[in-house]
Every structure is written in C-alpha cells, then in structure tokens.
C-alpha cells in the first residue's frame, strides 16, 4: 500500500532483518533510506523513499536508473489518506505506519512526565521523558521479538485470556507524553472508551520465551477508572479522523558519548578531540592535506617553467576523477556513514557534519580527497569510529514493579520494595 506523500522504492525484503531503521536525506535531500541491518557491520538498503514534494514520479524513476538503482517495487505516493488507508506517521529515523480503517482503534494517553505518588502504599515515581522513550523503544523491541502487549481489565485479569479486551498496536513519544494506539476488541468498544482509563503495568526486567531480556518494559495497559496520574486525554477514535491524523512515531536514535582516544591519533590532535570538536578537526585535517597538495602543484608548475630539456619528465598535476568513479565513492561513503547511524556508533548530527567535511557541497572534498588518493583517511575514520560502543542511557532508578493505578491490584516481585522506596523518597 503506498504510502502519503513518499514515493517507495522497494530493494529487497526485510525478512531477516535484525532491526530496520531510517536515514533521512541520505542519498540528497529529500532522499530517504530504509536500512535492513542484518548484523553488527553489515546491512542493505530495504527501500528508497522520494519526497513527493520534492520528486515527481518520473524525476525519482530516472534517479533511480540513473544511480543504477533496480527496485523490485516501485509505488507512487498517495495523495490523500481516508477512511480504510494506511496513516502515515513520518519519523526522522524510521517511518511506519498504522491501518486505521476500524472503528475499534483508538489514540490514547499513556502516562505523561511528572511526579506521582501512590496514596495507599506510598510509592514514588518521578517520570522523566528519558523514560518515555525507554517505554516507548522498549516496546517496538518486543514487538520485533514477536510480542503481542495486552489490554486487560483490571491489572488482576492481566494472565486471563477471557478478560482480554485488545491489544496495543503503536507507542510513541509526543510532547513529553507517552501516546499508544490501542485497538479494542469488544462489543461496543465505543462504550468500553467513554467507560475507562488506562494504567500502565512495568516489572523491572521481564524476559521471553527466547531468552531476551527487557529493562523496565511496559508489559500491558490495563482499563481501571481510577488512573494514579491525573488529566490523561481520552480514548479518541482514529478512523473517525478520516485519516487527517498526523502521528509521530518514536525516534530511535541514541545519544552516546564516544571514546575519541584512536582518533586523537589519527588526526595528530594535540588534545582529545570531542564529538563536538571532531567535525571542525577533521576538516582542519582535510584542510591540511589540501593546502600541501596546493603547494605540491606550485612546485610543479614552476618546475615546468624552469624544465627546458626534452630528456626530463616533469610529473604533472592529477587529472580530474572520472565521473563515475566519483558517483560510486560518494554511494559508498553514503552508506558508511548511515551504517554508523543505524548501528547508533553516530548520531545523525555528527553524521550531517562527516557527510560534509568528506563529501562537501557538490563533491567538492570528495574529488580532492580522490585527486590526492587519501581515501584510505575516510576508511580509518569509518574504522574508528565503528569501534564505538553505544552508552546505555536508560536510567536504574525508581521502584521494582510500577503499577499506575491508585489500589494495589498485583502481586508484587519484591517483597521488599516499600521499605526501598520509603528510605529513598520518605513517607
């Protein structure tokens, strides 16, 4: 099904894919790359996806044989979305999308960020929106994994199949609010909406029937009527938009402090060069390089003047890099870096300032980087750089089991818990 206002490009199946991820402008503005990351230092592109603000259909088609491109699918954007389409729900790392042609799907509040405390046992939670997006990545996690999170009645009725009343389809972040779409299997779901409130449930860890391990998951969204946080918005209908609903999706991008320590060698740096400093040193660098090979070709030059005997050979200047040679490098710089991306060793912003100092505004570091043959400074600072471990940032804080709900409905993993909280945050 096509998707609004996005031509697709199908390259290949993301059946085997371990995570599947986005790139924005990767291949030039407007330009988006769907990345299938099949392990730790490979992955292939899944699709390209064409901005139809920006490309009509015959202008991606003829980029498309143009970089030699072969889709095993091409669709056109779709115009509009209405009742009974895909919505659309751009994403700065991935896009996705919701079918919300049934009447039983509903956009609903979650949990917002704030401090609550829970009146019957004293209980603590200050929510942050690191948190959130814990939850909310957490989440697509499970999914990927195959696990289906329910919507019981009650936090009692959580293991009891007959007291299942849906399942949650999407989670994501908005506006330091936590947002789910939650699909409601019931006679009258209209009625069982305007009847209840939500109340997330979160263990410590939970692990699958594979051996996956989950950090703080969100486990299942329970209906209550008495909600522990206070002014949630209600249960609001998503087909009933007639598809003029504008959902962002959760970005799963990591921020991540990097050891600079090998690149701090490679550059010559004086001083252990941050992710901030990097892009600037690296391009001082390339600078560098640049600013030699302009005095190498003045001693040219001048040599060439000076030469008058037919008998010596004077070394001319580098030629122009062939265009295609320099179509292919940028591909492969391209894809170097949105790798780095996708396996979170860079954040898209660093990536933007290394597309630049390498590749420049029309190729321009790009060809002097060929006509100097220092490519193999790229491909160190690509190895550096993968070498990279992401930080962990998700937070250890807080009580072993949060049930958001004001009365204690589920049995608790640690007995424990209150004696933890109370000496922590006091009664």
């Known amino acids: 099904m096509p998707y609004l206002n996005e031509h697709a490009a199908r390259m ?76 659309y729900m751009p994403n700065s790392a991935t896009g996705r999308a919701v079918r919300a042609a049934q009447s039983n799907v509903y956009l609903k509040e979650l949990i917002h960020v704030g401090k609550f405390r829970r009146p019957d046992t004293g209980d603590v939670y200050d929510i942050k929106e690191k948190q959130l997006e814990s939850w909310a990545e957490t989440f697509a996690r499970m999914r990927g994994n195959g696990l289906k999170i329910p919507i019981p009645l009650t936090h009692k009725e959580a293991d009891n199949p007959d007291h299942n009343r849906g399942w949650v389809r999407e989670m994501f972040v908005d506006t330091n609010r936590l947002m789910g779409i939650l699909e409601l299997n019931d006679e009258d779901p209209d009625r069982l909406a305007a009847n209840s409130d939500v109340s997330i449930f979160c263990p410590q860890e939970f692990i699958d029937s594979q051996g996956n391990v989950y950090e703080q998951p969100i486990t299942h969204i329970a209906l209550v009527t008495d909600p522990l946080i206070p002014g949630l918005k209600g249960f609001v209908p998503v087909a009933a938009s007639q598809g003029q609903v504008n959902i962002p999706i959760y970005t799963f991008e990591k921020e991540k402090n990097m050891d600079m320590k090998e690149l701090q060698k490679v550059l010559g740096s004086e001083e252990e060069p941050t992710e901030e400093t990097l892009p600037g040193l690296i391009a001082a660098s390339l600078k560098g390089l640049q600013d030699k090979n302009g005095e190498l070709e003045k001693k040219l030059k001048a040599a060439k003047k000076e030469d008058k005997k037919e008998d010596k050979t004077v070394v001319a200047s580098a030629p122009e890099p062939d265009p295609e040679l320099i179509r292919l490098s940028r591909e492969n710089r391209l894809m170097k870096l949105g790798t780095l991306v996708a396996n979170s060793r860079i954040t898209p912003a660093v990536e933007k300032k290394l597309r630049l100092a390498f590749i420049g505004e029309d190729d321009t570091a790009l060809k002097a980087a060929l006509k100097q043959g220092d490519g193999q400074f790229f491909d160190t600072i690509m190895a550096a750089l993968e070498d990279n471990d992401p930080v962990k940032l998700r937070e250890q804080t807080g009580p072993q089991i949060m049930t958001l709900s004001k009365q204690e409905e589920g049995k608790r993993l640690d007995p424990d818990l209150e004696k933890r909280v109370s000496a922590a945050y006091g009664k």
């Open 12 to 87: 290949r199946s993301t059946d085997g894919c371990q995570k599947v991820t986005r790139v924005n402008d990767q291949f030039g503005e407007g330009i988006h790359q769907v990345l299938c990351i099949l392990g730790p230092k490979k992955s292939e592109t899944a699709s390209i996806r064409f901005d139809a603000k920006k490309f009509s259909v015959a202008q991606a088609k003829k980029w498309l044989k143009e970089h030699d491109k072969k889709p095993t699918l091409f669709e056109p954007a779709a115009k509009s979305a209405s009742l009974g389409s895909l919505l």
